[in-house]
């Protein structure tokens, strides 16, 4: 009964946290609109938001955070107010978690906080990667009609974005977009790559790149792309099918480590911050952590399959 008390208040403490980032993000979003659209007088009181957002832009960290949030789908959340949301939700678990737990557990819980905000990122752009791959057969295909009819690259391109579903068409017509600026093609289909990062885009993009510089049958090659990369996905499905099982496994080492320092608190509250005080305690924590850690890799490792 303790356990189950112990798992359900962590996943409030996540659901909580999640939320507080989806209001921050959201009031940031909303500002920067009313920023847009006000008067021409207040153009120039740019938010905090927006000025950290320029700051961020000039970093190679803050370019990545940039491109991650594109290829999750959430093009329009300001960078700046996703970090500061998230270091505020871990904050708030932290705080919530002391109290009945200590500051070992609640240590645990910022930490559970950053590290599950980034999964979830990193897992809702892997989610939207997957649908674009799957996507890209009948793109090629249909690059490959507009190519057999003449048209450039990039009226081919619009002609596809306004017939693809989501999430292709959206990423599509930024590719027609960038380069009715101006923006080369190379540089645009970087951009796209950088937002959606996988081989078989890599593939479809440096087919384009090569064939718009140096010319060739154009059509011909996106015909053979289209086949490969449904042959590509036929077999990546299977894979994950299989590997599945193992990847359970992983996330569940992981969970059993948080579920016994949680454990070891319910039973005996401050238990984990007296071990950190002492010696001994260290010795253990670390290498229990350690025995976790290895653990997961080897699962991690094991069910990583390369297609």
Do not use: H
């Not at 989806?22 to 009181?45: H, I, Y």
């Not at 832009?57 to 491109?67: E, P, S």
């Not at 093609?185 to 081989?199: F, I, K, N, V």
């Not at 010696?279 to 080897?298: E, K, R």
């Amino acid at each position: 009964m303790t356990l189950l008390l112990v798992v359900v208040g962590l996943v409030a403490t996540l659901v909580m946290a999640a939320a507080t980032v989806a209001t921050f993000v959201n009031d940031a979003e909303t500002q920067r609109r009313m920023v847009e659209t006000a008067a021409p007088d207040d153009l120039g009181r740019v938010s905090l938001f927006a000025r950290l957002d320029e700051r961020l832009a000039r970093r190679r960290r803050g370019q990545r955070l940039v491109a991650l949030l594109a290829g999750a789908g959430l093009p329009t959340w300001s960078p700046s107010a996703f970090l500061t949301a998230a270091c505020a939700a871990a904050v708030l678990a932290g705080l919530a978690v002391q109290p009945v737990f200590g500051w070992a557990t609640a240590a645990i819980a910022v930490l559970l906080v950053v590290v599950g905000t980034q999964r979830w990122l990193d897992r809702r752009r892997k989610q939207r990667v997957d649908r674009f791959v799957a996507q890209l057969p009948e793109l090629a295909r249909l690059l490959a009609n507009g190519a057999s009819a003449g048209l450039a690259v990039r009226r081919s391109l619009e002609m596809a974005a306004e017939e693809m579903a989501e999430p292709a068409a959206s990423e599509v017509a930024q590719v027609g977009a960038e380069m009715a600026v101006g923006r080369s093609l190379r540089d645009a289909l970087a951009s796209l790559s950088e937002r959606l990062p996988s081989r078989e885009l890599s593939v479809l993009v440096q087919t384009l790149t090569i064939q718009g510089r140096s010319g060739g049958e154009l059509v011909t090659a996106l015909a053979g792309i289209g086949q490969t990369l449904e042959e590509r996905r036929r077999l990546r499905r299977e894979v994950a099918t299989s590997t599945l099982g193992a990847q359970f496994s992983g996330y569940t080492v992981i969970f059993l480590a948080f579920g016994a320092v949680a454990l070891m608190n319910a039973f005996s509250p401050g238990v984990v911050d007296v071990m950190i005080t002492n010696l001994a305690g260290q010795a253990v924590l670390l290498v229990a952590t350690g025995l976790f850690v290895v653990g997961y890799l080897v699962v991690r490792r094991l069910s990583r399959v390369e297609v």
